[in-house]
């Protein structure tokens, strides 16, 4: 079993910042890719940002130069930096990852979510 679970999320004003953290663990063999997607309500879930195992990123076109992706994987542990956070920023965001078990099975999986709200 793998498991993701995230941390970090909560209420900010507009400007501040906020840093999300996502865990994976269970019978892990290698975490491939990982990403933080988001989704507000009413619309569909988006990308955020992505991150290689080599330390290759991408970020969608709303977040770049004000947020940073980064993972540390001795600790099989996922970042989010999120500064000067903007109202649009408000959503629930999820961690993703793609991991081979240690059965060399390859799956996608999903954290719960956590929200961020940035507002007065």
């Known amino acids: 079993q793998v498991q993701l679970v995230e941390s970090g999320g909560g209420l900010v004003q507009p400007g501040g910042s906020l840093r999300l953290s996502c865990t994976a663990s269970g019978s892990i063999f290698r975490i491939n890719a990982m990403g933080w997607y988001r989704q507000a309500p009413g619309k569909q879930r988006e990308l955020v940002a992505a991150i290689t195992s080599g330390g290759t990123t991408n970020f969608a076109d709303s977040v770049k130069g004000r947020f940073t992706i980064s993972r540390d994987n001795a600790k099989n542990t996922l970042y989010l930096q999120m500064n000067s956070l903007e109202p649009e920023d408000t959503a629930v965001y999820y961690c993703?990852?793609?991991?081979?078990?240690?059965?060399?099975?390859?799956?996608?999986?999903w954290g719960q979510g956590t929200q961020v709200t940035a507002s007065l």
């Open positions: 993703n990852a793609d991991i081979t078990n240690t059965r060399l099975t390859r799956a996608n999986y």
